[in-house]
């Protein structure tokens, strides 16, 4: 190995290790084992426990889940509220708001047989069937670096050191991390996995593809009176407070089981105005009588953040690498037409065990899986993807309302089947105008009953970090927040970031300086994404750290 690792690290050998405890990395686990279960597999997954970090929406469409475990309800997978209504509507305005007819919404917000659900219960049971099945898991480890062969093939990953201080220095608790060695290794860490980034650009694996694009969404669960409560009611959104700056996205209220309601904005972080905050359209959102009529007399009861790549099929990156594969939200396989990826993310994963099972079963090793890609676009998840791919771009080039009218016409009409790919090409961190070009944004305060802060937020994310270490949100030039990104925005990730963690503050000795809240962080990664000088980059704390998810 050329690797960085010590002499003296410890290491285990598998035929596979995989990267991340989510829908794409469980399910390629579990599919593996079901082929052979000679097969040694481990997950590592830096979350607390398995679905720790995991969150989305989320509406579930169960294809995949038929297919890797037909008999899920005699298994008692965990999805329990069948969606029995779709609701669309568009908000005019902070107190009124449209329904849209079904019969003028694209097809795909058609939710008949589906089921809403917690992902990260969904994940905590897939969990449980790839342990059944031998899998083994290791929570609270973080795949921090690439372990390499000498001939530049990925031969694993080195799990994160433990134990070393915010000074760099080794602590009495100190313990190195470990080198998983793989004989192909699969990356699952959902989107903008921070090896993931590495890979696709150490291997060029986006060249000639189209960037990728991104939301951010935020997501509460409340406990409602039961009056206000409608097992199985799905209700979509567009418009306003959005629609107030020209931004991307859109709003969802979803009822479930056992009296509670989900709420959640995802915001287009293409969007152009740095006085803009995700957090705070959210705690506006709740506010519109659409919304609110189901959450007054409520207890808001969880909180948390992530990003989607919701690029579409033209930002895919290639998916195989001298060595592994990366799969599902890393590689941008959810759907945005459809507002769906778990099922997507957990096909990519199945169609990854097929394929390195195979060569697992020719002696193969570290290579490149170069079959994946045939067997993908032969894949229902595939050609999902290539019947919606103009959705986002659309949006993002047209607006809701003429971009909206383009979908529907294109898939509602055509099936997707018209002869033309949309382009995409700016990158949401270069979207942002400067702070003096910008109308400035006067967010109210909230009120503590409907709207809250986001200290009190990231309080109910259970969000924790070991104090004394480095700093897993890195500047590359710790001169640019204050010399570029204050000068000319205003310093945005004051307001980009859901969980308080950037903050200019003012030092009578030093003058302004970017004040760095990483205990704060719930692992969104939207600063990654969306600094406008691409001067932050995310890497892996200490296993464990970050939101501890329940029913998220």
């Given at each position: 190995?050329?690797?960085?690792?010590?002499?003296?690290?410890?290491?285990?050998?598998y035929d596979v290790v995989i990267v991340g405890a989510g829908p794409a990395g469980l399910s390629?686990?579990?599919?593996?084992?079901?082929?052979?279960?000679?097969?040694?597999?481990?997950?590592?997954?830096?979350?607390?426990?398995?679905?720790?970090?995991?969150?989305?929406?989320?509406?579930?469409?169960?294809?995949?889940?038929?297919?890797?475990?037909?008999?899920?309800?005699?298994?008692?997978?965990?999805?329990?509220?069948?969606?029995?209504?779709?609701?669309?509507?568009?908000?005019?305005?902070?107190?009124?708001?449209?329904?849209?007819?079904?019969?003028?919404?694209?097809?795909?917000?058609?939710?008949?047989?589906?089921?809403?659900?917690?992902?990260?219960?969904?994940?905590?049971?897939?969990?449980?069937?790839?342990?059944?099945?031998?899998?083994?898991?290791?929570?609270?480890?973080?795949?921090?670096?690439?372990?390499?062969?000498?001939?530049?093939?990925?031969?694993?990953?080195?799990?994160?050191?433990?134990?070393?201080?915010?000074?760099?220095?080794?602590?009495?608790?100190?313990?190195?991390?470990?080198?998983?060695?793989?004989?192909?290794?699969?990356?699952?860490?959902?989107?903008?996995?921070?090896?993931?980034?590495?890979?696709?650009?150490?291997?060029?694996?986006?060249?000639?593809?189209?960037?990728?694009?991104?939301?951010?969404?935020?997501?509460?669960?409340?406990?409602?009176?039961?009056?206000?409560?409608?097992?199985?009611?799905?209700?979509?959104?567009?418009?306003?407070?959005?629609?107030?700056?020209?931004?991307?996205?859109?709003?969802?209220?979803?009822?479930?089981?056992?009296?509670?309601?989900?709420?959640?904005?995802?915001?287009?972080?293409?969007?152009?105005?740095?006085?803009?905050?995700?957090?705070?359209?959210?705690?506006?959102?709740?506010?519109?009588?659409?919304?609110?009529?189901?959450?007054?007399?409520?207890?808001?009861?969880?909180?948390?953040?992530?990003?989607?790549?919701?690029?579409?099929?033209?930002?895919?990156?290639?998916?195989?690498?001298?060595?592994?594969?990366?799969?599902?939200?890393?590689?941008?396989?959810?759907?945005?037409?459809?507002?769906?990826?778990?099922?997507?993310?957990?096909?990519?994963?199945?169609?990854?065990?097929?394929?390195?099972?195979?060569?697992?079963?020719?002696?193969?090793?570290?290579?490149?899986?170069?079959?994946?890609?045939?067997?993908?676009?032969?894949?229902?998840?595939?050609?999902?993807?290539?019947?919606?791919?103009?959705?986002?771009?659309?949006?993002?080039?047209?607006?809701?309302?003429?971009?909206?009218?383009?979908?529907?016409?294109?898939?509602?009409?055509?099936?997707?089947?018209?002869?033309?790919?949309?382009?995409?090409?700016?990158?949401?961190?270069?979207?942002?105008?400067?702070?003096?070009?910008?109308?400035?944004?006067?967010?109210?305060?909230?009120?503590?009953?409907?709207?809250?802060?986001?200290?009190?937020?990231?309080?109910?994310?259970?969000?924790?970090?070991?104090?004394?270490?480095?700093?897993?949100?890195?500047?590359k030039d710790k001169s640019i927040p204050i010399d570029v990104n204050l000068a000319k925005y205003?310093?945005?990730?004051?307001?980009?970031?859901?969980?308080?963690?950037?903050?200019?503050?003012?030092?009578?000795?030093?003058?302004?300086?970017?004040?760095?809240?990483?205990?704060?962080?719930?692992?969104?990664?939207?600063?990654?994404?969306?600094?406008?000088?691409?001067?932050?980059?995310?890497?892996?704390?200490?296993?464990?750290?970050?939101?501890?998810?329940?029913?998220?």
């Amino acid at each position: 190995m050329n690797n960085d690792q010590a002499p003296e690290r410890e290491f285990m050998e598998y035929d596979v290790v995989i990267v991340g405890a989510g829908p794409a990395g469980l399910s390629a686990a579990c599919r593996l084992a079901q082929i052979n279960p000679d097969i040694t597999i481990c997950i590592v997954e830096k979350g607390s426990e398995v679905g720790a970090h995991i969150l989305s929406g989320a509406v579930f469409e169960p294809t995949a889940l038929n297919e890797l475990f037909p008999d899920w309800k005699e298994l008692g997978a965990p999805l329990n509220t069948p969606v029995v209504g779709d609701d669309i509507y568009w908000l005019n305005s902070e107190s009124k708001g449209t329904k849209i007819p079904t019969a003028f919404a694209p097809k795909t917000f058609n939710n008949h047989g589906n089921y809403i659900i917690s992902l990260g219960n969904l994940c905590r049971w897939l969990g449980e069937q790839a342990e059944n099945l031998g899998v083994e898991i290791f929570p609270g480890f973080s795949a921090a670096s690439l372990l390499m062969s000498d001939d530049g093939q990925v031969a694993g990953v080195i799990t994160g050191d433990m134990g070393i201080g915010a000074d760099g220095e080794a602590k009495d608790s100190y313990v190195p991390g470990i080198e998983l060695r793989a004989k192909y290794t699969l990356f699952a860490e959902g989107a903008r996995g921070h090896l993931g980034k590495q890979l696709i650009k150490q291997f060029e694996l986006d060249k000639g593809k189209q960037c990728q694009h991104y939301g951010i969404g935020i997501k509460e669960i409340w406990q409602v009176p039961e009056a206000q409560h409608k097992p199985g009611l799905v209700v979509h959104s567009a418009g306003w407070p959005l629609s107030n700056t020209g931004t991307g996205g859109g709003g969802f209220l979803y009822h479930i089981e056992g009296n509670q309601v989900i709420v959640g904005l995802i915001t287009d972080l293409s969007y152009s105005n740095p006085h803009l905050s995700p957090f705070d359209e959210f705690q506006q959102y709740k506010h519109h009588p659409v919304i609110k009529q189901y959450l007054e007399g409520g207890e808001r009861i969880s909180y948390g953040a992530r990003a989607i790549a919701k690029g579409g099929l033209q930002s895919q990156p290639e998916m195989s690498f001298p060595g592994g594969l990366i799969l599902g939200d890393n590689a941008g396989t959810l759907n945005a037409a459809k507002i769906k990826g778990s099922h997507t993310a957990m096909k990519s994963g199945m169609i990854a065990a097929e394929v390195v099972a195979a060569a697992l079963a020719n002696d193969r090793s570290q290579d490149k899986l170069e079959e994946y890609a045939a067997a993908y676009q032969e894949s229902w998840a595939w050609k999902e993807l290539h019947q919606q791919r103009n959705f986002a771009p659309a949006l993002h080039k047209w607006g809701n309302f003429l971009g909206g009218a383009y979908t529907f016409i294109d898939l509602n009409l055509f099936n997707g089947k018209l002869p033309w790919t949309l382009t995409d090409p700016k990158p949401d961190y270069a979207q942002l105008k400067e702070a003096g070009q910008s109308e400035k944004i006067n967010y109210p305060k909230p009120d503590g009953k409907i709207s809250f802060d986001k200290l009190s937020s990231v309080f109910l994310s259970s969000t924790n970090h070991e104090e004394d270490q480095p700093c897993h949100l890195t500047l590359k030039d710790k001169s640019i927040p204050i010399d570029v990104n204050l000068a000319k925005y205003d310093e945005p990730a004051q307001r980009y970031c859901p969980a308080g963690v950037y903050e200019i503050v003012d030092d009578e000795a030093s003058g302004k300086r970017l004040q760095i809240n990483a205990q704060n962080c719930v692992h969104c990664k939207t600063c990654d994404i969306k600094d406008p000088s691409q001067n932050i980059t995310w890497v892996t704390p200490e296993g464990m750290g970050g939101p501890n998810y329940t029913n998220m």
